[in-house]
């Protein structure tokens, strides 16, 4: 069974900084795509970042509202990828999910139960 | 970057009816469009995805239809747990964009 589990999140002032970190278990890490999406009641469902494989030099692609701020990175020993926030601004709250690739394209096959972010002084 | 712009906003529905959700790209995406599903509380799941196959486990009175700019997710006789969100989106490169989601209540 495929699982990932979100951590990390909390409350943080503005232009502070985050780390959240997905532990996945259930497939070989190694061999997919992952990526982190959040949600809010303003903006719905965005896309935040992508982090492809090894093979791929761990290729990285950003929203561009995050881009700058944020670093996806990962550890596939560890099973795990995190999303580095720097930065952070209002706009950044909400609930992140951590997702995993399907097997025959970029749709996002699984998704984490989300960690909420909440930016505020 | 690709807008996605989805229809209705909300919608209200009996159990046994048929209802249409509708999704639009502001470009061709092909057919690299997936429909999510999210109920209160719950992150989404994946229902179908490239345009019209359904994900494992999802019940086949779920269907997917489109390619190009136009695409409808349909839902047959319609069953209690399918009360929720629905959402759309493209993955045909990044930035990934999801349509706004409908909103199905129970009438």
């Known amino acids: 069974e495929v699982k990932l589990e979100e951590s990390g999140g909390g409350l943080v002032q503005p232009g502070g900084s985050m780390k959240l970190s997905c532990v996945a278990s259930?497939?070989?890490?190694?061999?997919?795509?992952m990526n982190w999406v959040r949600q809010s009641p303003e903006k719905g469902l965005e896309w935040v970042a992508e982090i492809r494989l090894k093979s791929n030099n761990y290729a990285t692609h950003y929203a561009e509202s995050v881009k700058g701020r944020f670093t996806i990175s990962r550890d596939d020993s560890k099973s795990s990828v995190y999303l580095q926030m720097n930065n952070l601004r209002a706009e950044d709250t909400g609930i992140y999910y951590c997702?995993?690739?399907?097997?025959?394209?970029?749709?996002?096959?699984?998704w984490g139960q989300g960690t909420l972010v909440t930016v505020s002084a | 970057d690709i807008q996605m712009t989805q229809s209705p906003a909300s919608l209200s529905a009996s159990v046994g009816e048929t209802v249409t959700i509708t999704c639009r790209a502001s470009?061709?995406?092909?057919?690299?469009l997936a429909w999510y599903q999210q109920k209160q509380g719950k992150s989404p799941q994946l229902l179908v995805y490239?345009?019209?196959t359904l994900a494992e486990g999802v019940p086949s009175r779920f269907s997917g239809s489109g390619s190009g700019t136009q695409f409808s997710l349909k839902i047959n006789s319609l069953q209690p747990e399918d009360f929720g969100s629905y959402y759309c989106?493209?993955?045909?490169?990044?930035?990934?964009?999801f349509g706004g989601g409908t909103k199905l209540e129970i009438k």
């Open positions: 470009e061709n995406i092909y057919s690299y």
């Open positions: 997702t995993r690739k399907g097997d025959y394209g970029n749709y996002l096959a699984y």
């Open positions: 989106q493209h993955h045909y490169g990044t930035p990934y964009t």
């Open positions: 490239n345009a019209k």
């Open positions: 259930g497939f070989t890490f190694s061999n997919y795509w």
